[in-house]
Each structure stands twice: as C-alpha cells, then as structure tokens.
C-alpha cells in the first residue's frame, strides 16, 4: 500500500495568515521598543503606580484640611 493523501499532508508546512503574522511581529517589536524606552527614559510602572498613589494621597489631606469659604467666620465666631 502506498502513502496515502491525509499522511502526505502531516508533513507539509503549517498554513499561517502573513498579515497577521506580520501584526504579531510588528507588535512585539514596538513592545519591545516601548520597554526599552521605558528603561532608558523613565520610571517603571510599579514606581510611576507608587508616585501617582502618593500624589493622591497628599492632595487628599490637603483636601481635608481646607477651609471652605463661610466656615472661616464660623471658626473665628462671627
């Protein structure tokens, strides 16, 4: 018995979409990219995470200790 169709084709090449193969290598090249300029350039994102999250920490207790206005005469008994 010779070979038949189906065990020829399991030796042939996987078929693959060159657009998207072309997407996926274009994507991962400028996320590459981006990681390297995220090294050369900034901070990492656990540092800018920690940055934001202090900044907001600090204007809401400044928020918390300003007086708005009408409650100066209050304060002062007016």
């Known amino acids: 018995m010779g070979p038949f169709l189906?065990?020829?084709?399991?030796?042939?090449?996987e078929i693959v979409n060159l657009r998207t193969a072309r997407k996926r290598a274009n994507?991962?090249?400028?996320?590459?990219?981006a990681?390297?300029?995220r090294v050369s350039h900034g901070m990492s994102?656990?540092?800018r995470a920690l940055a934001r999250s202090n900044r907001e920490k600090i204007r809401r207790e400044l928020d918390?200790?300003?007086i708005e206005i009408g409650e100066?005469?209050?304060?002062?008994?007016?």
């Open 6 to 13: 189906w065990e020829q084709r399991r030796c042939m090449a």
């Open 45 to 47: 994102k656990a540092d």
């Open 64 to 66: 918390e200790h300003r």
């Open 27 to 33: 994507r991962q090249r400028s996320e590459k990219r």
């Open 35 to 37: 990681a390297e300029a």
């Open 72 to 78: 100066a005469d209050e304060i002062a008994g007016r």
